[in-house]
């Protein structure tokens, strides 16, 4: 291709972007105009609106609560080996961190949601930490378990600090936890370091413990909170899900409850979780759960536990080296909820709406898969 | 070409069970053990001779060189005949003869069980799900032995199930080992489909629409190994592939078969 010229697909999203920019700033007269008219060239061609959902979110954009304050993005389980050995993997977090830093206005700031190595090695570690330098926006990081249990987090503590710690930004207290603690299974079995690793890392190796935020996790969490005022808004980050799913996967957080008990005197409270690699909605009391995309596979969805809310993405097709990954979006509105934006690559994105979960599905609901999960 | 001629009529087996099985160990093992054979003597005037797969009993076919001549009358009056002369020699051994036609007949309504809901409910001790009468029935009953489904006993059944799962497991391991399965990128089938989850093998044959024809499990098990894991494919009769296959139908026991579905 030429250089300075630039693709149908590629001027086609420009437009399709600034669009949707363009929309997200306009006030509600304005919007109205634009959507009428909107609808009428749409009429006229005989064609339905498209991405109407996106449509009806600028429309509700006009209620204070439900607005933007501010947005931040996520990577999250990249599944790094050396890039000798796998180039799939890193050419998929090259691409996220590519996404991230096309996105105009850039976020405040990227959350990389833990599982950056594969076996947790040096040189997977070393790598994924160069490739995320890429990014524009300030990066939070959070360890994933196939991070850690090669030296229990000795690399990556090096690399990126302590893997517990809170933080606030523009009034909102976001709170990173370790959740991916096990109780010892190792030892009594005599396991080399990599032994344990590989253990750790196959999904449905029952051999493994369960997770957990631990006693000593739960107790900094308790101080960390005791200080806060109740309304503050809270946003905690964990690498496993916050809530019991699916067990012999690990989709599943053994002191899940203790950890909720722990945030619900909190008005509004929103965890973001990795290590399932879907689409993920849930809503246990006040507290919402959303899902984190991986880049580097799809997992398939647990054969029982799904939470009802969660609307499932369609099948992704294996013949697409990327179908079912992607990275996302997280808008964190005025009333101290997220809308989560799934970036599903080569497909339509789908928005989770914190309206959708807080009125148990009645409102907002997401677009629904064509075909079910086997 | 005679002696090819021979074999494939032999083949034709005539429905004559007594042949010994062929474990799963036996049949996965990467370098079998030979299996007995039946040598057939040869006729002095080229007449076709088939051999009975008990190894011993043979028949010539008088007058007939070419055994493609052989009408299907002709070869049910050949397998009575082996038969007959195998029955002699055993005249202890059980032999079911085939079921009577109208029994074939009465099997397009089988008797139905009882409706569940007409037994009373007891909640504890000895109960119809306890199935204490039917194991008192099975114990008393006069059972069909003497031949190979009538002779087996706990014991066999035990080595059966231990084969069977022998074999699910080096599908287990194939499945979760990225160089077992000749992987060059370090990818194991588990990371996508932990479990054998979302392999779905009781929706094959169907037609598989990113290939543009009709594929079957072990297709796509070949495709996910040349694609996401970069490796070479496997033949048909690799013993991982059979073994993979045993793993990922185990997993979805239960399931009902629906071929076909998308």
New interface residues.
Partial sequence: MRKGVKSIETKHYEERDSFFDGLRRLDRRAFMRIAGLSAGIAAARGLVTPQGFQLISVAEAATPSAKPKFSFAYISDSHLYKKELNDRFVRSLLKAVDDINRLDPQPDFVLYGGDLAQLGQKEELDLGKEILKGLKAPVKMMVGEHDWFLDMGEHWRGLFGEPQYSFDHKGVHFVTLMSVNEKDFWTERKMTPMERMQTVAGLDNGIQSRFEVGPAGREWLKRDLEKLNKNTPLVVFSHSPLYKYYKPWNFWTDDADEVQALLRPFKAVTVIHGHTHQVLSNQIGNIQFHGLLSTAWPWPYAPEGLPSLTVPMNRPDPFSNFDGCGDGRIDVLESGLVDKLYNLWDRNPVTVKSSYLATGGKQDRPPTAKLPPY | MHVRNKLGIAALGLGLGLGSLATWQTAFAETPSPLPQHRVPKSSDGDVVVAMCDGETTLEVEGVKDPSTITRDKAQAISDELLLAWRKKNPDARWDAPPPKQQLVAQANPPQPPAPASAPVKKAGETASSGADEAARRASANIQAGHTYGAFSERDEAIWKESTEQAVREGHRVF?DAKAVGGT???SC??????A??T?PE?YPKYQV?LGRVALLRDMIN??IE??TRGKPLADDDPRMKAMEAYIYAQRKGVKLEYGK?
């Fill in positions: 979760h990128v370090a990818i588990d990371m996508c489909h932990p479990d989850s979302n779905h929706t990113q495709w996910c694609n996401p998308h």
